[in-house]
Each structure stands twice: as structure tokens, then as C-alpha cells.
């Protein structure tokens, strides 16, 4: 799914709230991962932004085909990285050199390299949780339903069938006009599927 | 079967040096730099030869430890089956083809043994309880027996990799891969335990009362940064000298950016371990080693080393762009190589001057012949061979190589 800050933060987790109108978008059947790769390239080029590819397996090179930007991801890592090693050190810091003043096998009350494991596992256990839980945040999970799902074909989406669903909400869209672009790329079978 | 073997992914002229081109140069422009340091050591080393051993010995650990570094980063391809690597693989090799002549570079080290290490006088030893109890491990004779050894496993280990990857280029024969595969993991074995006792015989016995369990690692950690340091400098050098640059794409630097990075904070790691855990247990007989590199201008080149081989690199090839674009890496490589001679200095240096940092251009010359032999040797080694080994099965997966 191209990343689209605004959707995320409109979106959070937890609400799982999807654009209101009369179509949730269209989904297009495609019989090989070949003629999907390159259905994609054809949408991409299309201009089309808020539109998806789902496989039974990996596909190599598809997120190219696709023109997905790079996740924000790595940016929430860092950021909750040093945040939990600023976090840590800073407990320590005050904890024995402020609250709590005392002598611990002659070191002194700022004793830094002693600081240095918790300050370490903190910024790592932040890191981990921003990962975690950044990932599922950008990708609006968890998500008990999804219109997609009213589909009978896209059942076979983690067996052998390959397909790209594009949103009613993206600018480009058009319910007629789309389907035919997706019909002409080779899709085996085009549906509208309701909100 | 024959036409299969006949395939080349890369044609000869694509992976050589062409004639007429800079650097053709390279054996002699060595040899230049070790001519000129030659004569500052002839002319400034009698004045001063304590200066002169400790200034070649910080040179020769540091070029031994790029071809040490070399030697461990092919071998675990190797035993691996690294496929991403293998048009870099060349550069280590040729790195550590230069072993026999470091052994040859060894010789000043034994003439100033001496002046280097305090265990070598039998009248210091007479007097010091300690010293006596490590004299069985700590006396001349076994030291050369010990230094033979080791130059003894990693010239046998060197020539036979670089030999057999040489001649594959003729052959093509696949079944050179699978006996070097096969050798790999006893190599990797005799090479941890040999640079381990190594780095405790020549860094860690300039201090003998000093001992720390984990110096034999923090020199492999050093060693092998270094390695990748150097790698991704030469790689960038190559392509912009347009040898190879269809060759070794952004996704190879990408990959040698990322061992850089990953080994730069596995330094850190090690070496803040080794300072924490004798920081904290404060004994006497272990912590002289640090107070002599805490105190006055020692303190501020540990402090460079904390700043300048971690934070600053840490943050500088975290990111994905950096490491893919050459410039920037080079960038990258070249501090951490200057790091990991700095890292290398603060640890031989302070014996001969407790009382600060004592920069000599002895320093320099030293750097300078043992640099210039080095260049020398594989500039030679690369004018003669093939810049990639050219009928590595696994050349044609390299080429193709993308970082997911």
C-alpha cells in the first residue's frame, strides 16, 4: 500500500475507519504474477495513488512495479531508539545522582559507564516497540474486516490468484472508466465491490 | 559440460586494468612513499630507535590487521556461500596476498624487541615476581617460535585462497569452490586462535602486568572494520577510476556499508566491554592500562575514539542513501580507517609515552614504508590478475545481486 501520511493519521489503529461512499473500489483478477507485474507498472503510470496488489506469494521487484515510496518506518524507530536511550539514562541519572545520592563500590554519583547497559536495552526495547507497533500503526492493524472480503474470488488470494484493487477515493478514480483500463491490462475478471 | 564451463558472465578485458591507465601506477607510487619513508627512518631512527620501533610497530599492526581482516572476510564467504560478494572478493584477496610481505615487514619488530617489550629484559624479570610467573609463555625464544607460527598459518591459509581463485579464473572448474568451502571452517579456526594469541604476543604484552580476556576479539573487531573500511574505499576509488564500475553496483556498496556499520557498533561493543568490566571491578593490576590512557592528552584521544569510531559513524551510516551513493560511503570508510589507526596508536603508544601524546615524524616514515610496501605489493598483484574472479560459479548471482 503506498504510504499516504494523512490517511495514516486519519486512520489510527484502533478506529479503523475506512472513507465513506458508495464503492469501497474496484478489484481486478489477474491470471499470472507476470501479467500483474506489469497491470501494475500500467496503474502506476496511471497516476493512480490509494490502490493495492495482493499475491499468494512475494513477488520479486513488485514494490518497484508498484512505485512505493519508502516507509516512514525507520524514522519512528530511531526516534522511539532515542527516546528510550535518553529515557534511560536519564532515570539513572536522576535516580543516582539527584534522588537518591549514593556511594556504590567507590564509583562516583554520576558514575556514566555503569549507566550504559540500561541506557543500551532501554533504546533497544523502545526501538523494538516502535517497529512493532509503528508497523502495525501504518498498515491500520489490527483490522477485523475489510470490504475486500465480500468478494467470492479474493478468497483465492492465498492460493493461486493475483490481483490489484484500487480505492473509490483515489482522485483518478472513475467506476467505468477504471475497470475498462483494468479490463484492457488483461485482468480476468473485474468487480465493484460496495463500502 | 565443457560449454558450461566455456560460459563467462564477464569477459577479461571488463576486469583488468587497461593499459596506460593511472593506475598501472599504483606498484610505483608505492614504492615512492617507501623509498621516502626509508630515508626519514634511516635519518631520524638512530637518534631515536625506541621512537622508531613503537612508530613501526603501530604501522605494521595496522596493515597486518587489514590483511588479517581480509583473510576472515573471504573465508566466511566461503564457508557461507556467499553469493552478494563475490565481485569484491578480489579486493581481499589481493589484501591478503600481502601477508608474506608483512612477515618480511616483521623483521624491524624482532630487531627492536628490546626496545619494545619490558618482558624481553632478563633483569627485569629477575626482580618481578610477575613477570617470572608469565616468563614460561612470556621469553624470546618462544615468542619467534610463536611469530613463525603465525605467519607460518596465515601465509599457508592467504596463498592457498588466493592461488586456487587465481587459477579457477583459468580452469572455471566449480569444484575449486567446493574445496575451498570445505577448508573454510578449520581456516576460520586456526585464524580466530592465531590473531587472538597474536594480538595478546605484540599489543597486549607491550604492558605485560596487564592482561584482559577480551583483547584477542577487540583486535579482530578493530581488524576486520578496518578491513571493510578499506574495501569500501577502494571499491568507490575503482569505480571512479571506471575500472569495474559496471561491475560492483550501488547494491554491493550498499551491502559492504551495511557490514561497515554493523561491525563499526560490534567494535564499540567489544571495546566498551572490555573497558566496563574492568572500570567496575576496579582491580589494581587491571586498570593500569586504561589510567595510563586517562589521564592528560591520552584522555582526549579516548574520548576521540568514543566520538569519532562510534557516535559520529553511528548516526552517519545509519541511513540507506548514504551508504548507497560511493562518495558518501568512501567518506565513511576513510574516517574509520583513520579511526582504526588512531584506535591502534592509543593502544601501542602510551608505553612509550605515559605523559602524553608525543606525535614524531618517525610516526609518519614508518607509516609511509610499511604503507608504500603494501600499496606496492597489491598494485603489482592487481596490474597481473583479473580485478574479479571471473569463473566463480557464483559470479553471475553477484552481478544480478539487489538488496531486497
Known amino acids: 500500500m503506498p504510504f499516504d501520511p494523512l490517511r495514516s493519521l486519519s486512520a489510527m489503529p484502533l478506529v479503523n475507519r475506512l472513507p465513506t461512499g458508495p464503492y469501497y473500489g474496484i478489484l481486478a483478477e489477474f491470471a499470472t504474477p507476470a501479467d500483474l507485474y506489469h497491470a ?156 | 559440460m565443457t560449454s558450461e564451463r566455456d560460459h563467462v558472465a564477464l569477459r577479461p578485458e571488463q576486469a583488468t586494468i587497461p593499459p596506460g591507465h593511472s593506475w598501472n601506477r599504483l606498484p610505483v607510487i608505492g614504492a615512492v612513499c617507501a623509498l621516502l619513508g626509508a630515508v626519514g627512518c634511516a635519518i631520524l631512527g638512530p637518534a631515536n630507535p625506541k621512537q622508531f620501533f613503537f612508530s613501526w610497530l603501530v604501522s605494521f599492526m595496522f596493515f597486518l590487521s587489514l590483511a588479517v581482516g581480509a583473510l576472515f572476510f573471504v573465508l566466511i564467504q566461503y564457508a557461507t556461500q556467499g553469493g552478494w560478494g563475490i565481485v569484491v572478493r578480489r579486493i581481499g584477496e589481493t589484501t591478503f596476498a600481502t601477508i608474506p610481505v608483512m612477515a618480511a615487514l616483521f623483521i624491524p619488530v624482532l630487531l627492536g624487541l628490546h626496545d619494545l617489550y619490558e618482558w624481553s629484559h632478563a633483569e627485569a624479570v629477575a626482580s618481578d615476581a610477575l613477570l617470572q610467573w ?188 548514504v551508504k548507497r551513493k560511493g562518495a558518501t560511503l568512501a567518506i565513511g570508510g576513510a574516517w574509520l580507517l583513520a579511526m582504526h589507526f588512531v584506535d591502534l596508536y592509543w593502544q601501542i603508544m602510551p608505553t612509550l609515552h605515559p605523559e602524553g601524546v608525543r606525535p614524531s615524524v618517525l610516526d609518519v616514515a614508518a607509516f609511509l614504508v610499511v604503507g608504500g610496501c603494501f600499496v606496492t605489493a597489491t598494485g603489482w598483484l592487481m596490474r597481473r590478475q583479473a580485478l574479479v574472479p571471473l569463473r566463480d560459479p557464483r559470479l553471475e548471482e553477484s552481478l544480478a545481486f539487489e538488496n531486497v
Open chain 2, 134 to 321: 608469565k616468563a614460561p609463555y612470556l621469553n624470546v625464544p618462544f615468542f619467534l617460535i610463536r611469530a613463525a607460527l603465525y605467519f607460518g598459518c596465515w601465509s599457508f591459509i592467504a596463498l592457498l585462497y588466493y592461488r586456487h581463485s587465481r587459477g579457477q579464473d583459468a580452469t572455471g572448474d566449480p569444484a575449486v569452490s567446493a574445496r575451498l568451502r570445505r577448508f573454510a571452517g578449520p581456516a576460520i579456526i586456526v585464524l580466530a586462535l592465531t590473531q587472538t594469541f597474536a594480538s595478546v604476543d605484540w599489543i597486549m604484552s607491550l604492558t605485560p602486568h596487564w592482561y584482559s580476556t577480551m583483547f584477542g576479539v577487540y583486535f579482530f573487531a578493530g581488524a576486520f572494520v578496518g578491513f571493510i573500511a578499506l574495501l569500501s574505499v577502494v571499491a568507490v576509488a575503482m569505480r571512479q577510476a571506471g575500472l569495474l564500475d559496471t561491475v560492483i553496483s550501488p547494491e554491493h556498496l550498499h551491502d559492504i556499508g551495511k557490514l561497515l556499520f554493523a561491525f563499526m557498533v560490534f567494535w564499540t561493543y567489544i571495546a566498551f566491554c572490555q573497558f566496563f568490566l574492568i572500570w567496575y571491578a576496579n582491580l589494581p593490576e587491571e586498570t593500569i592500562w586504561y589510567r595510563a590512557r586517562m589521564e592528560g592528552s591520552w584522555m582526549t584521544v579516548s574520548l576521540l575514539l568514543m566520538a569519532g569510531h562510534f557516535v559520529a559513524p553511528f548516526f552517519y551510516l545509519m541511513g540507506r542513501t
Open chain 1, 40 to 195: 501494475c507498472e500500467r496503474v502506476r503510470d496511471a497516476g493512480f495513488t490509494k490502490w493495492d496488489a495482493h499475491t499468494p506469494f512475494p513477488v520479486h521487484g513488485l514494490e518497484g512495479a508498484m512505485g512505493i515510496r519508502r516507509s516512514p518506518l525507520p524514522w519512528i524507530v530511531l526516534g522511539m531508539g532515542l527516546t528510550g536511550a535518553a529515557l534511560g539514562f536519564g532515570m539513572q541519572w536522576w535516580v543516582h545522582a539527584d534522588a537518591y545520592p549514593l556511594v556504590i563500590s567507590g564509583k562516583p554519583y554520576l558514575a556514566w559507564p555503569a549507566y550504559i547497559p540500561i541506557t543500551f536495552e532501554l533504546g533497544v526495547l523502545f526501538a523494538a516497540l516502535g517497529a512493532v507497533f509503528g508497523m502495525l500503526g501504518l498498515n491500520r492493524l489490527p483490522m477485523h474486516y475489510h470490504p475486500l472480503f465480500r468478494s467470492k474470488v479474493f478468497e483465492r488470494v492465498t492460493d493461486d490468484a493475483f490481483f490489484i484493487s484500487i480505492e473509490s477515493w483515489d482522485p483518478r478514480f472513475d467506476a467505468s472508466a477504471t475497470g475498462k483500463l483494468l479490463e484492457s491490462l488483461g485482468a480476468r475478471s473485474v468487480e465493484l465491490l460496495e463500502t
